[in-house]
């Protein structure tokens, strides 16, 4: 190894301890469920609906924080067609994060969906939490 790779390393190694990076153990014990209402496209903050129209070609999570209320969404990018559509299979609090899992489901056999490509996304509103979120 080279001089100048041996202090780039070194560099990044003491950087990390000088920040006091660190990585977070999730206790995935549920503690409760969360109460949250799936919110409508024409019902988001706009800042928000800049940023989801910026995302939507590809699967993407993200949070967004207003007042007192924590926006969760999850896209799952371009699809061939229409005819898609998402359910939350949980949400919920542990110890120290909120769970959030959703499901992708497809087109119904025998279904007239679109022949255009169409982006599914879900936002949910909840109360505003400090928890960090974990996306499942």
């Not at 940023?51 to 699967?59: G, L, S």
């Not at 119904?108 to 679109?114: I, P, V």
Request: charged share 25%.
């Amino acid at each position: 190894m080279n001089k100048k790779m041996l202090s780039f390393i070194l560099t990044v190694v003491l950087g990390c301890i000088l920040c006091g990076c660190s990585i977070e153990e999730t206790n995935g014990t549920k503690i409760s469920d969360l109460e949250y209402t799936i919110v409508e496209e024409t019902k988001l903050p706009e800042e928000l609906k800049t940023q989801i129209e910026a995302k939507k070609a590809a699967d993407f999570k993200m949070t967004y924080e207003s007042e007192n209320e924590l926006y969760i969404v999850h896209g799952y990018g371009e699809q061939a067609t229409g005819g898609y559509s998402i359910s939350v299979k949980e949400l919920y609090l542990t110890s120290n994060a909120v769970v959030f899992d959703t499901e992708l489901i497809g087109p119904r056999k025998g279904e007239n969906a679109s022949q255009s490509p169409s982006y599914p996304y879900i936002v949910v509103k909840t109360e505003l939490r400090e928890e960090n979120v974990i996306f499942q």
